[in-house]
């Protein structure tokens, strides 16, 4: 498994888009689905959780990763309830109330599923630590 550069790693400028504008963007479509579609809403939010184990992937351990999903989980629900807001629709799946409350249900989800893309990350690291330490017997064994 060839792994993404840590965020760490990657431009600032890079680092904004992969942490905060992708969330935020998604976030809006997702909240503008939430007027028009319960299934498309439903369906991406779900989705989401995929992208919340790939932003974990961008660093190294669970507490690294947990940490990229609270700010995954509080852009991506703050955007939800922002263009949603904006577009102006009925929602067509009901909202905690009051709908703030939306913005620590996906911070929840988010956090364990970008944790579980850290220690995935973790692991890979270590598989390819101990594979590079293997030593190949010589010829006298």
Do not use: C, N
Not at 19 to 38: D, H, K, M, Q, R
Not at 108 to 119: E, K, M, N, R, S
């Amino acid at each position: 498994m060839t792994l993404p550069p840590l965020l760490s790693e990657r431009s600032r400028g890079m680092q904004v888009l992969l942490a905060l504008v992708v969330p935020a963007v998604y976030g809006a479509v997702t909240g503008i689905f939430l007027g028009i579609s319960e299934a498309v809403y439903l369906v991406l939010a779900i989705a989401g959780l995929l992208g919340a184990v790939g932003a974990g992937v961008e660093h190294s351990g669970a507490g690294a990763g947990a940490l990229r999903g609270i700010v995954a989980g509080v852009v991506f629900g703050g955007a939800i309830l922002i263009a949603h807001e904006i577009s102006g629709a009925e929602p067509e799946r009901d909202l905690p109330d009051p709908a703030i409350v939306l913005i620590v249900v996906t911070t929840a989800f988010a956090v364990p599923f970008a944790a579980l893309g850290g220690w995935i990350r973790r692991r890979q690291e270590g598989k390819g630590a101990a594979e590079s330490h293997h030593e190949v017997p010589g010829p006298l064994g």
